[in-house]
């Protein structure tokens, strides 16, 4: 079976990921990327910021923002490793991101393809593109061992 590379958003998330489990903080990384250039690149840290907001996802729309000077990234893809919950879901739907893309499944506390759906709600003012799958194997990999090491 052949085996293709990540694409580079994807693997530049990953990498986000190891650094917030060496941090100790759950591996979940974000990028953000428009017209083909990453613009934003963040890691879960709540613990480190004392902020219960601080997912990968939402840092990361926050440094894109910034760096655009605006608040809709409509013209933006955002890659993360793990299925966004309802918080996420819903700051991405706010931001107008145009595409989605995660690797990991996350049955209990997405809100993508699993729980609320938010995407999905007649009440949702924005959906993007959703893809899945990519790089699923190395973050859900991660973040069994990030949780084995405090069991």
């Known amino acids: 079976m052949t085996r293709w590379p990540l694409p580079e958003p ?5 990498q986000a990921a190891r650094a917030a489990a060496q941090a100790g903080e759950v591996p979940v990384g974000a990028v953000i990327v428009r017209a083909g250039q990453v613009i934003a690149n963040a890691h879960n840290a709540p613990r480190r910021l004392g902020d219960p907001t601080a997912h990968a996802e939402i840092l990361a729309i926050r440094a894109a923002a910034q760096a655009l000077g605006q608040e809709r990234l ?13 918080m996420c879901a819903g700051a991405i ?10 690797a990991a499944p996350d049955p209990k506390g997405g809100a993508v ?3 609320a759906r938010v995407f999905d709600q007649a009440q949702c003012l924005h959906r993007p593109e959703v893809y899945s799958g990519m790089g699923e194997a190395e973050a859900a990999e991660l973040l069994r061992d990030f949780f084995r090491e405090r069991r």
């Open 10 to 14: 994807m693997a530049a998330a990953l």
């Open 74 to 86: 409509d013209d933006c893809e955002l890659w993360v490793t793990l299925e966004p919950c309802a």
């Open 93 to 102: 739907a706010h931001a107008r991101i145009a595409r989605l893309y995660y």
């Open 113 to 115: 393809e699993h729980g």
